[in-house]
């Protein structure tokens, strides 16, 4: 069954903001790192962004550092992508893992949502 949910994608202009969200209802959401990862069909998944349990770390690929914040909210199980500066290149599904083994590979993790588009365009 479905345990994360993605939402907040959509067509933007390059240059344009958007934040996606994730709930979660892993059991080990407040324990364990996330991640945001990114696939755009005929490619390899990509990679996006990572926060600890408690947020005190975060880690980017090079492509979102300086445009993306990542954050959680363990209250709420919320898992959060800001995205500000979006380029076409920045296009792709979206997706969210729990507890991603490694951190930037996600080989193993507690759960993935189903993905929530992002269209950058002009």
């Given at each position: ?18 934040t ?69 290149e ?33």
């Amino acid at each position: 069954q479905v345990q994360l949910e993605e939402s907040g994608g959509g067509l933007v202009q390059p240059g344009g903001s958007l934040t996606l969200s994730c709930v979660s209802s892993t059991r080990t959401f407040g324990s364990a790192s996330m991640a945001w990862f990114r696939q755009v069909p005929g490619k390899e998944r990509e990679f996006v962004a990572a926060i600890s349990w408690n947020g005190d770390s975060r880690w980017y690929d090079d492509s979102a550092k300086g445009r993306f914040t990542i954050s959680r909210d363990n209250t709420k199980k919320m898992l959060y992508l800001q995205m500000k500066s979006l380029k076409p290149e920045d296009t792709g599904i979206y997706y969210c893992a729990a507890n991603p083994q490694p951190l930037r590979v996600a080989t193993t993790t507690d759960g993935w949502g189903q993905g929530t588009q992002v269209t950058v365009s002009s």
